[in-house]
């Protein structure tokens, strides 16, 4: 089956990312669940959103039965080009990295506030406090 196997590229097979036209990559290799989208037990749309990447780790975190997986069969095309798909890591890794980074540093920022936040409130509450008893001492006197 794999030997006369169509190869085909991560950027080839992503452009088959709709209901009316749908390709997965899985285990290296290409199916085109197109036809199989309205049988799915699992939905059309978790298929839809598998398009695009290595949905390898969808497909097993599902724990599918050996029915399913036999099924396959039917829809295979191809295999995936493995350049392709490292070419495609290699090129989102600086901007993954470095949106990250911009996530993390941003919610590192969030984190110090929400714990400042609290312990200034409780400065100011103790000083309103504070300069409330004395003055309450003051007209006393
Ligand atoms: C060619 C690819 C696929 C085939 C032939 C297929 C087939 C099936 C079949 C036959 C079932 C029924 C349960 C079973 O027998 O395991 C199922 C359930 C399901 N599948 Fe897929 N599936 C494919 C890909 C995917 C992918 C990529 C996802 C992504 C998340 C997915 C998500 C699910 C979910 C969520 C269920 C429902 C599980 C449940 O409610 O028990 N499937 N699939």
Not at 83 to 110: D, H, I, V
Request: include cysteine; charged fraction near 25%.
């Amino acid at each position: 089956m794999t030997s006369d196997a169509k190869i085909l590229s991560f950027q080839e097979v992503s452009k088959h990312n709709l209901k009316t036209d749908c390709w997965l990559i899985i285990s290296g290799k290409v199916y085109d669940v197109t036809a199989f989208l309205d049988d799915h037990p699992g939905g059309d749309d978790v298929l839809i959103l598998a398009t695009e990447k290595d949905a390898t780790e969808d497909f097993e975190d599902v724990g599918h039965s050996q029915d399913a997986k036999d099924l396959m069969k039917d829809y295979y095309i191809g295999e995936i080009d493995s350049k392709s798909m490292l070419q495609k890591n290699k090129r989102k890794m600086p901007s993954n990295t470095a949106s990250a980074y911009n996530q993390e540093s941003g919610s590192s920022s969030s984190n110090i506030l929400t714990f400042l936040l609290p312990i200034l409130i409780l400065v100011l509450a103790y000083a309103l406090y504070y300069f409330a008893k004395k003055d309450a001492i003051i007209s006393y006197q």
